[in-house]
């Protein structure tokens, strides 16, 4: 009758096997901050840290790889009645950011996020007008700097985080000025700056 035991033991495994948490090691994160702002007012859209609007984060016993991007279009079309001149203006904005962080649990559901990423960015400005002028910006930067977060955890599945970093950016600005086609003015320029950013946006991360 050594059969039964086994059959009650069995059970009682899974039983203990199905009350402990899964573990996720991915998570795809959206920041939801313009959204929130809309809608309540919280956040502040003219900041001038590079957003990141998507992240994907693998993680693994405390530590984690994190990859974010963002890419952007803007078109417009602007006629000014006093002069009777049309002006087209395109911006492109390609951003993409690696990190490498360490996580430190406070409790059952927050969690303290610390570690240093590195980040590139690449964005362009063409600005044309019905009488012949034209503006081309193209402005590509590198920097580097630490980041702290905070994450909570809603659900195994869903989280919220947010971030603090501090970035030092190295970049290149180079400036072309055309008429019908003719080089007027062209300069080549180097920026360097210091940003900060304080928890001001918020991530939505779903675990799988």
């Not at 959206?30 to 809608?39: A, D, F, G, R, Y």
Request: glycine content about 6%; cysteine-free.
């Amino acid at each position: 009758m050594r059969i039964i035991p086994l059959i009650v033991f069995f059970l009682i495994y899974l039983n203990l096997s199905a009350q402990q948490k899964k573990v996720y090691k991915n998570d795809i994160g959206i920041n939801v901050t313009t959204l929130l702002s809309e809608v309540i007012g919280l956040g502040n859209n003219n900041t001038t840290v590079p957003a990141f609007n998507l992240s994907y984060r693998r993680s693994g016993s405390n530590k984690a790889f994190r990859i974010s991007a963002y890419a952007g279009l803007d078109k417009s079309n602007d006629f000014n009645s006093n002069t009777g001149t049309n002006i087209l203006l395109e911006e492109k904005d390609f951003r993409l950011r690696l990190g490498f962080e360490k996580h430190m649990p406070l409790s059952q559901k927050f969690t303290l996020i610390y570690g240093l990423d590195v980040l590139g960015t690449y964005q362009t400005s063409l600005s044309e007008s019905s009488t012949g002028f034209e503006n081309d910006i193209k402005t590509i930067s590198a920097g580097a700097g630490p980041v702290i977060r905070f994450e909570y955890k809603l659900s195994d599945r869903i989280s919220l985080m947010t971030e603090s970093t501090l970035y030092f950016i190295k970049g290149n600005e180079s400036d072309v000025v055309r008429f019908f086609g003719q080089v007027q003015t062209s300069s080549d320029n180097s920026k360097y700056s210091l940003t900060t950013q304080i928890p001001s946006v918020l991530f939505l991360n779903v675990h799988f």
